[in-house]
C-alpha cells in the first residue's frame, strides 16, 4: 500500500523559513510526478509546486523566488524548502505523487496524482 508521509510543518514568524519532507514507502517503483499543494481554510486546494516526469519544475507564481521543490529518489522523498514566508502561505501542506501516463506518441506526462500525503500544517504569523 503506497502511502506518503510528510513533516516539517509549524508555526513561524513572517520572514521565517521551514523545510517540509514528503518520504514515500509501499511501492518500489519511481513516481517521477511529484507535487507539493496547500490548503488554507475556507479556500481551495493550490499547487505550490511540482517535478514533471522528465524533471522540470514549475512553481506557482506566489511561490517564485521563496520555494524551492527538490527530490531524492534513493530515499523515496521529496522536499519543499520555503524562505522568506508570509502570513499568506499558512496552511495545510500536502505531498503527492504518481507514476507517469504514456502517451499516444510515445511520450510521457503527468495527469492528475493519485496519491496523497495527510498533509503537515504551516502557519506563519505577522
Known amino acids: 500500500q503506497v502511502q506518503l508521509a510528510e513533516s516539517g510543518g509549524g508555526s513561524v514568524q513572517a520572514g521565517g523559513s521551514l523545510r517540509l519532507s514528503c518520504v514515500g514507502s509501499g511501492y518500489t517503483y519511481i513516481m517521477s510526478c511529484m507535487g507539493w499543494f496547500r490548503q488554507a481554510p475556507g479556500k481551495e486546494r493550490e499547487e505550490v509546486a511540482h517535478?514533471?516526469?522528465?524533471?522540470?519544475?514549475r512553481y506557482a507564481n506566489s511561490v517564485k523566488g521563496r520555494f524551492i521543490i527538490s527530490s531524492d529518489s534513493a530515499k523515496n522523498s521529496l522536499y519543499l524548502q520555503m524562505n522568506s514566508l508570509k502570513p499568506e502561505d499558512t496552511g495545510m501542506y500536502y505531498c503527492?505523487?504518481?507514476?507517469?501516463?504514456?502517451?499516444?506518441?510515445?511520450?510521457?506526462?503527468?495527469?492528475?496524482?493519485?496519491?496523497w500525503g495527510q498533509g503537515t500544517q504551516v502557519t506563519v504569523s505577522s
Open positions: 517535478i514533471d516526469s522528465d524533471g522540470r519544475i
Open positions: 503527492a505523487a504518481d507514476t507517469p501516463d504514456l502517451n499516444d506518441d510515445g511520450s510521457w506526462s503527468c495527469g492528475d496524482l493519485e496519491y
